[in-house]
């Protein structure tokens, strides 16, 4: 670990007016969730490339729930990890904006279970790929107030028509709420950290350089180079789960 490096990113971080925190799988994956991009990750399984699409929800909805639930069951095992709540502290520190790929809930987790010692309200995480978490209707995309606890057998209380997961598909567009929100923040952030991402889906991997061309700096903490590293002024080599506890020491 580059101390000098580490102590760089603790000093831009206090130093900084707004951050533009953006989340990729790899800050969930020290507790226990697959990266997406990765050797091991989500997009070599060949479940995900026939379920997490828009059309096998009306061609095979049973088969495709079933696996939704699955992957829900798992996730509800597992728990957040050092990263999440260093992140969470930092945030807490400073006006930030969170804008994460991530269809968990495990930084939501760490940011109400961190004590927050300023006055400022507890940061909002903008799901540019949906959550796992909602639901809504296939047919009339009502959302639901809570998520069912058996997605195949779930029904619309509007029409009656099958419920998903409000994630983001294969063949569907990014939500414009939540897209419009990190394209606003890319605008006037004066720091962005780059957390765990691939930098390979678009639009969405658009954001930091849209950022950078602001005049926002960059950090970068990820395992391995990525497609944003080239626009990065700062890099770190390691996993989000210590590098960001040790960034997070030297900021407070």
């Not at 990263?83 to 495990?106: E, K, Y």
């Not at 294969?170 to 691939?198: K, M, R």
């Amino acid at each position: 670990m580059n101390r000098t490096k580490i102590a760089t990113a603790a000093r831009w971080i206090r130093d900084a007016e707004h951050i533009l925190v953006f989340c990729g799988s790899g800050l969930s994956a020290e507790s226990g969730v697959p990266t997406f991009r990765g050797e091991d990750g989500l997009y070599q399984h060949s479940k995900l490339l026939k379920f997490a699409h828009i059309e096998a929800l009306h061609e095979t909805p049973d088969a495709a729930l079933e696996w939704f639930q699955q992957v829900i069951d798992m996730l509800d095992e597992l728990r957040p990890n050092a990263g999440h709540f260093a992140l969470a502290r930092i945030c807490q520190s400073r006006p930030s904006t969170i804008i994460t790929q991530n269809v968990d809930r495990l930084l939501e987790q760490a940011i109400l279970q961190s004590p927050n010692e300023s006055s400022a309200p507890p940061a909002r995480v903008w799901h540019l790929h949906g959550s796992l978490y909602r639901a809504k209707c296939v047919d009339c995309a009502a959302p639901l107030k809570k998520m069912p606890e058996d997605l195949v057998t779930a029904r619309c209380p509007r029409c009656a028509g099958r419920i998903r997961p409000d994630v983001v598909l294969f063949g569907e567009a990014l939500p414009e709420d939540a897209y419009f929100q990190a394209q606003g923040v890319a605008h006037v952030a004066d720091l962005v950290l780059l957390l765990g991402t691939s930098g390979i889906v678009n639009p969405a991997a658009l954001l930091p350089g849209l950022a950078r061309s602001h005049g926002a700096k960059l950090i970068e903490v990820n395992p391995n180079p990525t497609e944003l590293s080239a626009i990065a002024h700062l890099t770190l080599r390691g996993p989000t789960g210590k590098i960001l506890p040790a960034i997070e020491k030297l900021v407070h």
